[in-house]
């Protein structure tokens, strides 16, 4: 097989949670440009509006579905209406994520819960009830983002780094149950990466900045589109011996 067609990913069905923004903005007009119809899933309706037309001028397939990820119904919604639109679903790529920064001994428990509803309930819900779809049609690449923190550790991330260390154990868990049904599931483990999830924290606080960017060995921070490379490979038949990893895409950030 040439190595196009391995990463051909026309006829394919992409829905990319957390899609309207940053690394899944940047993912689904990755996964669109190969020829993946996409839907972009996620809470703001004028933000998934945007990007699904950003990518449809573009010259690709792509359209907004609303989604809460906390809730199970919203999910379900999501999955019915991908499959209106489409009828069937290839691709689940998690994107969604929030963060509440500060030191441990002060974390609240609504900071705690409010990051496991999102980052890991939440990442959770959505592979098992799109898992559903794919185990019926005995096919499917699932791509959560985890985070560098779910190994490196950063000061003041701390609940959030177990959200993330969560995901990739649990992308590992859901791996080895969904073999059997040739469903591939992996993560990717960002750097630190500018954009909203961060962007007016890093503003006001130059000093993390430089500690971050001191941390990692490539010199710089992510950009977005440093993981489409990842999430294309693992999206397509190019990975299909592939399941229950996560790439760190972080410019060496674990090395150190
Ligand atoms: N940026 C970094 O430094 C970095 C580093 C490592 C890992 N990550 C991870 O990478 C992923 C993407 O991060 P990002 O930096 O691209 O973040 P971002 O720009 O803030 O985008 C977050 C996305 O999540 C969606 N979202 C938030 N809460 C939601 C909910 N309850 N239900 C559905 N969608 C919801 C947002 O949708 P709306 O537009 O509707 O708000 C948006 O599409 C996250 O999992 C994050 O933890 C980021």
């Known amino acids: ?6 990463f051909d990913l ?3 069905v992409a829905i990319v949670a957390g899609g309207s923004r ?16 996409i839907v ?19 010259g690709y397939e792509a359209r907004a579905v609303p989604l809460d990820i906390r809730d199970r119904g919203s999910i379900e919604q999501m999955v019915a209406a ?7 679903i290839d691709i689940l790529v998690n994107s969604v994520g929030i963060i509440r920064r500060g030191p441990i001994e002060t974390v609240s428990e609504e900071d705690w819960d409010a990051m496991m509803d ?13 898992g559903r779809e794919m185990i019926a049609r005995a096919q499917g690449k699932i791509i959560n983002i ?37 469903i591939n599931v992996n993560a990717i483990a960002p750097a630190p990466t500018i954009t909203d999830l961060n962007r007016k924290f890093f503003e006001d606080h130059p000093e993390d900045f430089k500690a971050r960017t001191q941390s990692i060995p490539l010199g710089r921070l992510g950009i ?22 996560t790439y760190f895409v972080d410019g060496g950030s674990n090395l150190i």
């Not at 940053?22 to 993946?36: P, R, T, W, Y």
């Not at 991908?82 to 069937?88: D, S």
């Not at 000061?155 to 969904?178: D, N």
């Open 1 to 6: 097989m040439d190595a196009k067609t391995l």
């Open 10 to 12: 026309s006829e394919k």
């Open 22 to 37: 940053g690394i899944g903005f940047a993912i689904a007009e990755g996964l669109a440009s190969l020829g993946a119809s």
């Open 40 to 58: 972009v899933a996620n809470s703001t309706p004028e933000t998934g509006e945007r990007a699904a037309a950003a990518i449809r001028t573009q």
């Open 82 to 88: 991908t499959l209106e639109a489409f009828g069937r």
């Open 118 to 130: 999102v980052n890991l309930r939440g990442a959770f819900l959505c592979c098992q009830i799109v």
């Open 146 to 182: 985890s985070s560098n923190v779910s190994q490196v550790l950063q000061p003041h991330r701390g609940v959030y780094a177990v959200t993330k260390a969560g995901l990739s154990h649990l992308t590992r868990v859901l791996a080895l149950e969904w073999a059997p049904h040739h």
């Open 224 to 245: 977005p589109q440093d993981y489409v490379g990842a999430a294309v490979f693992l999206a397509s038949r190019a990975s299909d011996f592939v399941t229950g990893q």
